[in-house]
């Protein structure tokens, strides 16, 4: 009862808080505001929304792909439409149920091929990390390209943090942590691994799959063809996120240090609240606002952006979800 509560829960907050966010930032505007967002609405060139969403659909269909080199290691050879159903079936499991898309991906593929959960989840991971790699590239670069923009505030902030914490403390802490943290891993592991009890049996194996997975991108033969689709993956992101600028004249002069900046707090909303409903949109407009684009174009273009990609990766992943059964034979039976 208490562990579906506390899931129950994981989905209503950051849902309720998406939700009040929407409620609170209408709420706040004015009447001429809210007429000025209509008429971007209704003056938006759709074309550029049109052809984002065609750029988000090829990152996708790119992610489908690459799934399959870091498979071929383990020697698995997925389907690619099973690979791209269970990719649009994870992103449309993410907008309900918050960072279980990865998880379900794989119980969905796993059901009618041959690869077991534990070694599909293992290359997620693997995937997931290099491209947690690649935001982070980017964030350096738009704190980089932003430093004296950032720089004020960023004193302030140091400043505050080692006027409550002394290094000498910091540094006690952090050793503390990683020493306690690592004797748990490491009793941990030496018990699920003598222990024949059958739930630490499964939990032994549960691991090892995930570790074959992860290391599967270093066991890699086409290790350069990964790299160039993880590449075009971000490039038609960022592009997907772009071209919708174009689409308002109050948006179409934003720099390309305002665009890149608003697409990092864009990716941090979708992460912090359940598909970035309500936040998205906030998040946008209040990093343009810092360059000087109007707040009610900045709001009314992170609306579009994010309507168009939900509206996308809900009709494909609900598509996926309908085709997947449809056009594969009977659920193929995988060792665990």
């Known amino acids: 009862m208490k562990e579906k509560l506390i899931s129950v829960l994981k989905v209503v907050i950051p849902l309720g808080i998406g939700i009040y966010v929407v409620w609170y930032q209408f709420n706040q505007l004015t009447v001429e505001q809210l007429d000025q967002i209509k008429e971007s609405f209704g003056s938006a060139n759709y074309f550029w929304v049109v052809l984002s969403v065609v750029f988000g ?4 269909l790119s992610r489908a792909w690459r799934w399959k080199y870091t498979l071929e290691p383990l020697g698995y050879n ?7 159903f269970g990719v649009m079936i994870g992103y449309v499991t993410n907008i309900v149920l918050p960072r279980f898309g990865e998880v379900w991906r794989c119980v969905m593929v796993s059901r009618y091929e041959k690869a077991p959960f534990e070694k599909l989840f293992g290359t997620v991971v693997a995937e997931r990390v290099a491209d947690l790699i690649v935001l982070l590239f980017i964030v350096a670069g738009v704190v980089v390209m932003q430093i004296a923009r950032l720089k004020d505030s960023l004193n302030e902030l140091i400043s505050d943090f080692m006027a409550k914490n002394s290094l000498e403390t910091l540094l006690l802490k952090v050793g503390i942590i990683g020493v306690v943290g690592l004797l748990g891993v490491i009793i941990g592991w030496r018990l699920i691994k003598k222990s024949n009890n059958p739930v630490f049996v499964k939990v032994r194996s549960l691991i090892n799959g995930l570790v074959d997975g992860v290391m599967s991108i270093l066991k890699m033969k086409r290790k350069w063809a990964f790299l160039a689709h993880t590449a075009f993956i971000w490039i038609m992101y960022l592009a997907m996120f772009y071209v919708p600028f174009l689409a308002l004249p109050e948006t179409s002069v934003a720099s390309v240090g305002a665009v890149l900046a608003s697409f990092v707090m864009a990716s941090f909303a979708i992460v912090l609240v359940q598909g970035g409903i309500g936040v998205y949109p906030v998040a946008v407009a209040q990093t343009l606002a810092l360059y000087n684009i109007p707040y009610e174009g900045g709001f009314a273009m992170g609306w579009i ?14 598509g996926s979800l309908v ?4 056009l594969n034979e009977k659920p193929t039976q995988t060792a665990s």
Do not use: E, K, Y
């Open 323 to 326: 085709l997947m059964p449809l």
């Open 78 to 84: 997925n389907r690619f439409i099973n690979n791209f």
């Open 305 to 318: 952006i994010w309507v168009a990609q939900t509206i996308m990766i809900v009709t494909f992943g609900a």
């Open 57 to 60: 659909l090829m990152s996708h």
